[in-house]
Nanobody, 123 residues
Framework: QVQLVESGGGLVQAGGSLRLSCTAS????????LAWSRQAPGKEREFIAA????????YYADSVKGRFTIARDNAKNTASLQMNNLKPDDTAVYYC????????????????WGQGTQVTVSS
């Protein structure tokens, strides 16, 4: 059983950067596709980025494309979300999750989103 824990959130000014990490326990990390989502207060969860199990395919929502970069290191059982040029609208709790489905850009294929890490962007 692979479990994921997010970290790296914090408070940053608009225009700044943060790097979130998603650390996995378990030996099967490399077989799963991974994704990040976020949820702001009073809003629905937004699926923002995904990466294939081998790291050769990525997906980004339009809201983060060109500013965020998803990556993974299967040797270290970690994934990351590099967030640049942050905006106040990026304020949310950020979650990572995994899927064994080949449809890795479909948010419905993911479950068991973790506890999340808070990102707050001040204007």
């Amino acid at each position: 059983q692979v479990q994921l824990v997010e970290s790296g959130g914090g408070l940053v000014q608009a225009g700044g950067s943060l790097r979130l990490s998603c650390t996995a326990s378990g030996r099967a990390f490399r077989i799963y596709h991974l994704a990040w989502s976020r949820q702001a207060p009073g809003k629905e969860r937004e699926f923002i980025a995904a990466i294939s199990s081998r790291g050769d395919l990525t997906y980004y929502a339009d809201s983060v494309k060109g500013r965020f970069t998803i990556a993974r290191d299967n040797a270290k059982n970690t994934a990351s979300l590099q967030m640049n040029n942050l905006k106040p609208d990026d304020t949310a709790v950020y979650y990572c999750a995994k899927t064994g489905s080949s449809d890795y850009i479909n948010p419905r294929q993911y479950d068991d989103w973790g506890q999340g890490t808070q990102v707050t962007v001040s204007s």
